[in-house]
């Protein structure tokens, strides 16, 4: 069981100022911030992270909505990160989305869910290194990848 997850406040939460109000949620639940950034994702990085979807219908959809704007990665410790992390933020779609859940209380819509949490700790890792580099991650909080 890895300590890590990797959570992207998306273009939609940013727009709607909920940057504070997301991370409160997350620190609150016990998660404590490693590192994090604003960052414009263009269409070959997004299209990168989102790889494993490439082949669905909405992929252009995706990549159109990730890079609509900034998006702010942060690298997240607690433990069981990936499954509590996944249990606080909620399903993909709103709707069916627990009360309480930062989906349930800030999400539009399936595609516009204002945050991304990692779904393992095979993927936590790859996609932490998807915005954070080796260097910096060990500069800033000691973490070795
Ligand atoms: P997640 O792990 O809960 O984020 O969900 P998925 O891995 O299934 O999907 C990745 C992201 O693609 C979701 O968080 C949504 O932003 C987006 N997405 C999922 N399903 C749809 C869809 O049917 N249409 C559109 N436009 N976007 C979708």
Redesign the pocket.
Known sequence: MSNRTLAII?PDGIRKNLIGQIITKITEAGFKVKAVKMVKLTKDSAAGF?EV?KERA?FK??LD?MTSGPCVPIALEKENAVADFRKLIG??DPAEAEDGTIRKLYAAS????VI??S?SDENAAIEILHFFSRKELLDISGYQF
């Open positions: 998306k989102y979807h909405f959809d995706l909505y399903a993909t399936k595609a516009e869910n991304h949490g779904d």
